[in-house]
């Protein structure tokens, strides 16, 4: 089961808070002017993560990965055990990234 599948079946059963799901699967990080963006989500449900700027390419990364695993763990908080158990087949995040 994908993570928007559980996310679908678990507003179905009267879940709430539940999180967009993009936030949960896709990670960008991009250069701004001299730092890096680090970004969860996508458009119009993407958001930047942490103060918004870092000083590397991995920094950005690193924190955008952090805030999906984060939100993750919050997802699992929120489910019925059933869903909660299909986080073992959820796929990593997907990264894109782009260089300056």
Do not use: C, Y
């Not at 996508?42 to 990364?61: C, L, S």
């Amino acid at each position: 089961m994908t993570i928007e599948d559980v996310i679908k079946e678990a507003a179905a059963r009267g879940v709430t808070g539940l999180p967009e799901p993009s936030r949960l699967t896709h990670v960008r990080v991009w250069p701004g002017a001299s730092q890096w963006v680090g970004e969860v989500g996508q458009p119009p449900h993407n958001e930047t993560v942490g103060e918004g700027m870092f000083d590397t390419k991995d920094e950005a990364e690193e924190a955008a990965l952090k805030a999906v695993a984060d939100s993750r763990s919050l997802l699992l908080a929120l489910l019925p055990a059933d869903l909660a158990a299909t986080a073992e087949e959820w796929p990593e995040p997907i990264v894109s990234a782009w260089d300056a």
